[in-house]
């Protein structure tokens, strides 16, 4: 039985990246902070790289809580969008033009967003990853952890519920 | 409260970068109380498709102003930072409009400060959201 030709690494690539970024680089909030995401295959890693507009106790200095909460649920709210979006991109039901031209996808709503926070945020990059642990048709709920220079040692994480757009929206 | 210690918090609020970098003001403050008030601004959108703000600017505001409660109630001696911090978004803030918010420190310990929050826009009989948080209670 004759298989399909997997389409060139280039052009999947390009697909997923122009996807991501046209998710992210849509939100001022996302560029104010200077989020960025890593992608390796359908895994993503938020990187916040540090500024001095982020800082929130200047004696110490420390990343402000607020900008840890926003970096947190950008993560979460990119992670679970891009979950939902990954059979819609992969398949060709998103198309590039439209998502390049500012046509997002509607985001998921946050219902909820409880942040712990473990120890200070340093002078310094902060990374974050998300995990969906559960999507249903209405409702999500997503936890992060954040960490800085070693993955084990986090240095927030947080838990939130959100609704899910619609699909006719 | 002492005039010194709301002095103090002012200060210290009004020093604070990523504060100055949204222009949030301190609008009041008293005993184990505090209001603050964000403009609103394009570079905060969080839906570019409605111009609401995102929720993380709207977090930002309610821990500094949690925060400046907790700081500025008669038995905290100094400065705080936040142990955990929960925000439930009621509403979209309506673009154009600031986001005002007013915290309270209702009960304090030795160690641990108790805060709530409410959030509002414009219209003061429906919160857009309302926080929840411990903070440290440092120096003593």
Known sequence: MARTRPEPVQVVKQRRDAAMSALVHGVPYINFLGIEFERRGDELTAILPFDDKLIGNPLLPAIHGGVTAGFLETTAVIGLAWSGLWDDI????ISLESLTEGHLPRLPKTIDFTVDYLRSGLP????ARARVNRSGRRYASVHVEAWQDQREVLFAQATGHFLMPSKDE | ????????AEHFINAIPHCKALNMRLTGIGAGQAEMELPYDKRIVG?????????????AL????????AMCHPSSPSGTATIDLRIDYMRAAMPGQNVRT??????ITRSVAFVRATAYDDDDSRPVATATGAFTVQGK
């Open chain 2, 1 to 8: 409260m002492e005039p010194d210690k709301a002095k103090m």
């Open chain 2, 62 to 69: 309610m821990d500094t102003c949690c925060g400046a409660a």
């Open chain 1, 90 to 93: 992969e398949s060709g039901r």
């Open chain 2, 102 to 107: 007013k915290a309270e420190c209702y009960h």
């Open chain 1, 124 to 127: 310094r990059d902060a990374y």
């Open chain 2, 47 to 59: 839906d570019p498709e409605t111009g609401v703000l995102h929720g993380g600017a709207v977090s």
